[in-house]
């Protein structure tokens, strides 16, 4: 892409930044004195009572999505304010911005366009003289041809047979886009290709994804947006290695080894193909980036139809979020009650909970958008910020965490808001059992709104000195998400819509949510401790604490320090 002029390398940061500090703004001012003086004493069943359509009125539904937002604690006047809030945060001429191609991500110069991944071949969108969407459909073409060429047996190994393993090597937004998928559209995958995904730098994370791998029939799909990253190039020559000795001859590895990277130099170096290269571009974020051949393997594993549809899927979410008002806006609603419950409630963490087995890596994948994205500690100006960003999101399998960690949800000290995620039809189907999934979905969103009041646990015959440990305060905030199936298409709509929700926090708190410089220092020191682990000569200039724990470690690599004894 062309770069800008050094001149106005400035600019984009001052164009939108919100030079007016969000504590200040009328409807921030507004939402304060609307906590004060009435939110912080709704109490839910209260709500419901006085509204008796309450249920059915705060509700909002786009792309497959039926959004419940009634057992929030909000009235149509804090949604007002809310909203008001996001039009005098700008939120609608950073929406456009974004779609546009500006450089948003203002502090690495770049544009923000994983929306352009997603736009139907037919459209344009020209940016900085280039038609991006033309770039998006060509990269897409030669997916479909390779993966087509691997589903069908087409494409073979070295010793010309078939590919049936395929590893995808990536760590972070290369890796966790495309293992979420993979289990959530396993019931679309084709039977007999397996999948594996290879991120941890622990060589038993390569040993035992490879252990019983038939090299010749595996293909690595080293996916990395910078080509640079070392656990992924760790990886990726271990696993070159491994194929070598395998198969016995270098030349293997042009049949083994693709890549997904916008370094086509690096991946060169590293004897892929650049036939067998798959492009992207630094306007892909890495945690936005499951749309772009990043999301190769799960086209290869559902095939490029049900990969188009889950692009649709994301395309109808984008185009959602860019026109509908903001009052019935998806991504705008669970944006802003996000913003409310850490702003106002200072509420410190945000449970998502599906109820669906194929959705059981959601909340991982969730964790790298959302908080890689917006946990920042100043605005675009670069001045600290005066308010909490981004929530630490956690979650799992819903029916599972209520057997572990839901206790703290009803009865623990801390609001937790709580997103629930459920599916009308089951994508697998045994009698009953979809019932039973999701009247616990239902009853759990129920119990923690209206909980079970004192006087309740006593007409329950309970013995006095146990009542106050069987009463449920409810009042407790959630979303209930239904959705008709889980489907490709669904599946990508779910995702457009928490990408756009970040987006629409990140605007509130006037931060970038596009750069992620906090994962740089760490990577800084690790590389000089790597060095002084294998040097023990290495002189150690950390703290004693750090100092200490090398030492450690290196005695107790030299055999000197023994804590284990069954070893
Ligand atoms: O795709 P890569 O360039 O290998 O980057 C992989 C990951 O590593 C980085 O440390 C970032 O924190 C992530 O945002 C990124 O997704």
Redesign the pocket.
Known sequence: MTKLPAADLQLPLFAYSQRESLTEKRAWIALQEHHQYSARHFRLERLFAADPRRGETLIAEAAGIYLDYSKNLVTTETMTLLMQLARQCGLQDRVEAMFRGDRINATEQRAVLHTALRKPASERLVVEGEDVIAQVQDVLARMEVFAEQVRSGAWTGHTGRPIRHVVNI?????DLGPMMAHEALRHYSQRDLSLHFLSDVDAAALLETVRGLPAEETLFIV???????LE?MTNAQAARQWLVQQLGDEAAVVRHFVGVTTNIEEASRFGIDERNMFGFWDWV???YSMSSAIGLSTMIAIGPQHFRDMLAGMHAMDEHFRTAPLEQNLPAILGMLTVWYGNFFDARSQAVLPYSQYLKRLPAYLQ?LTM?SNGKQVTLHGEPVDYQTSPVYWGDNGINGQHSFYQMLHQGTQMVPCDFIGFCQPAQALEQQQELLMANMFAQAEALAFGKTVQRVREEGTPEELVPHRVFPGNRPSNSMLIEQLTPYSLGSLIALYEHSVFTQGVIWNIDSFD?WG?ELG?QLAKRTARELIDHGQPLHHDSSTNALIRRYRACQGGTVASDPSK
């Open positions: 990536g760590i972070g937004g290369s996916c990395s947006k910078t080509f640079t990253t992924t974020g890495g945690r790298q890689e992620q994962v990577k």
